[in-house]
């Protein structure tokens, strides 16, 4: 690998639609070692070659049952030394959101979080998912690899994370429960690679495209990277790629030495 490691997440809002506005593209300009993209919502035997074979990479993808929903992708220039999909839960790896790569030096765990606005049982799925996952990550951790965890959580940690906390505080990606479950998460040695290096407000990775809220930039920041605690040091720096459209998430990214 190289001397630093590039890697970047993005939640895409669909493979096919960002592939049409020019993501090999971007791909290629910005060449990233790692590239982990959420929310693909597509099956392998959906995606055009261009998208299956890009030059330099090796590319895995996690797809649920349903069609056109949900699924994780990796794209990387150093094929890891073992894929695997899912936390051994059927009732959540069906929804196709996990996908673990294991370089050896470190294990990366690219994840799309469920979304629980749509109802009360879609909010427990979620947070019974955060205890499972939390489990799954403990055990990876205690083997004595680096974690690096990146992907769309869809929860806003604290209120320098959405730009308007107030009426958002009955909001799901803004419950009491679910920024306690980051505290939690926290608590047991994982750190927010983007704080470690910037503390400033209106950084945001989200917006509403029914409302325009990017125009305004009214977001959220719920994509993140994480790494554990003894992983850190090696994290040289955390970037939000506000700048780049074609979702409504943008990238986010961390080098690592």
């Avoid at 090999?24 to 982990?36: F, H, K, Y």
């Avoid at 690219?110 to 629980?116: T, V």
């Amino acid at each position: 690998m190289a001397e630093t490691i590039r890697a970047i997440s993005w939640n895409v809002n669909g493979i096919r639609a960002a592939h049409k506005k020019g993501f090999v593209e971007w791909l290629g300009q910005t060449s990233p070692d790692i590239m982990c993209l959420q929310e693909t919502k597509a099956h392998v035997d959906q995606l055009p070659a261009a998208l299956k074979e890009i030059e330099g990479y090796h590319s895995f993808f996690s797809t649920p049952e349903r069609k056109g929903y949900s699924g994780v992708g990796l794209y990387t220039k150093t094929e890891p030394e073992q894929v695997s999909f899912g936390l051994g839960v059927e009732e959540y790896d069906k929804e196709g959101r996990v996908l673990v790569a294991d370089y050896g030096r470190f294990v990366l765990i690219n994840i799309y979080f469920p979304n629980g606005q749509s109802s009360s049982e879609r909010l427990q799925y979620k947070m019974e998912f955060y205890d499972h996952f939390l489990e799954f990550v403990e055990k990876i951790k205690a083997s004595g690899k680096g974690i690096v965890l990146c992907g769309d959580l869809n929860t806003a940690h604290t209120e320098i994370d959405l730009a308007r906390p107030e009426p958002n505080k009955g909001t799901s990606g803004f419950l009491p429960i679910e920024r306690e479950w980051m505290d939690k998460f926290i608590s047991h040695g994982y750190k927010d690679t983007f704080r470690m290096f910037n503390q400033e407000p209106e950084n945001y990775t989200y917006w509403d495209q029914m409302t325009r809220a990017r125009d305004r930039n009214v977001g959220w920041r719920i994509d993140y990277f994480f790494v554990d605690d003894a992983f850190s040091s090696q994290v040289t720096n955390a970037y939000i790629l506000a700048d780049v459209m074609g979702s409504d998430h943008c990238p986010v990214g961390i080098d690592i030495a």
